[in-house]
T-cell receptor
Framework: SQQGEEDPQALSIQEGENATMNCSYK?????LQWYRQNSGRGLVHLIL?????REKHSGRLRVTLDTSKKSSSLLITASRAADTASYFC??????????FGPGTRLSVLP | GAGVSQSPSNKVTEKGKDVELRCDPI?????LYWYRQSLGQGLEFLIY????????KSGLPSDRFSAERTGGSVSTLTIQRTQQEDSAVYLC??????????????FGPGTRLTVL
């Protein structure tokens, strides 16, 4: 079964609005990462948050991690049409493979 | 420096044929991953190489799938007797472990495999 599950599966917003995506997982982790995929090919790493961290920022991105609830959220502020993509969370542990969720498809309408 | 590269970018083959997919990771990256992604779906883990350790093959879907990593660098994913359900985009990623901690994965552009 999937370790990471993103929610919602699809999200459609207007340009300038904020977009929030959530990721839930089942077992303990060492770190959680968010990736973006624009065209069904390679993924681009957005941000990594470790289990001892609660929040991280990178530009318009804000990621939170709640290990007690086994969940993470990705917030994209002031969204742009170029943010339209699929967003995946991946959970990892030392020396083990990463497990990706099925992704959230974000559409930012102009 | 150069990113992760994969070849070929597209491969069309007939059912029953063998295919080889290649991945050139970023130089110095100790970990290499193979994933498979069907249209509109998430990533399915296939295999993971970490340094000189035995690879984690737990994601390989059948014994028709195998992978090797020569000299701790280039990796080849081989699919024998291809089936139509093998059609997907095969993604490779590499990462560098520092101090025993995993870091971000850098993905290649993928190989789109179509089995007719």
């Amino acid at each position: 079964s999937q370790q990471g599950e993103e929610d919602p599966q699809a999200l459609s917003i207007q340009e300038g609005e904020n977009a929030t995506m959530n990721c839930s997982y089942k077992t303990s982790i060492n770190n959680l990462q968010w990736y973006r995929q624009n065209s069904g090919r390679g993924l681009v790493h957005l941000i990594l948050i470790r289990s001892n961290e609660r929040e991280k920022h990178s530009g318009r991105l804000r990621v939170t991690l709640d290990t007690s609830k086994k969940s993470s959220s990705l917030l994209i502020t002031a969204s742009r049409a170029a943010d339209t993509a699929s967003y995946f969370c991946a959970t990892g542990n030392y020396g083990q493979n990463f497990v990706f969720g099925p992704g959230t498809r974000l559409s930012v309408l102009p | 420096g150069a990113g992760v590269s994969q070849s070929p970018s597209n491969k069309v083959t007939e059912k029953g044929k063998d295919v080889e997919l290649r991945c050139d990771p970023i130089s110095g990256h100790t970990a290499l991953y193979w994933y498979r992604q069907s249209l509109g779906q998430g990533l399915e883990f296939l295999i993971y190489f970490q340094g000189n350790s035995a690879p984690d093959k737990s994601g390989l879907p059948s014994d028709r799938f195998s992978a090797e990593r020569t000299g701790g660098s280039v990796s080849t994913l081989t699919i024998q007797r291809t089936q139509q359900e093998d059609s997907a985009v095969y993604l490779c990623a590499s990462s560098f472990r520092r101090g025993g901690r995993e870091n971000e994965q850098f993905f290649g552009p993928g190989t789109r495999l179509t089995v007719l």
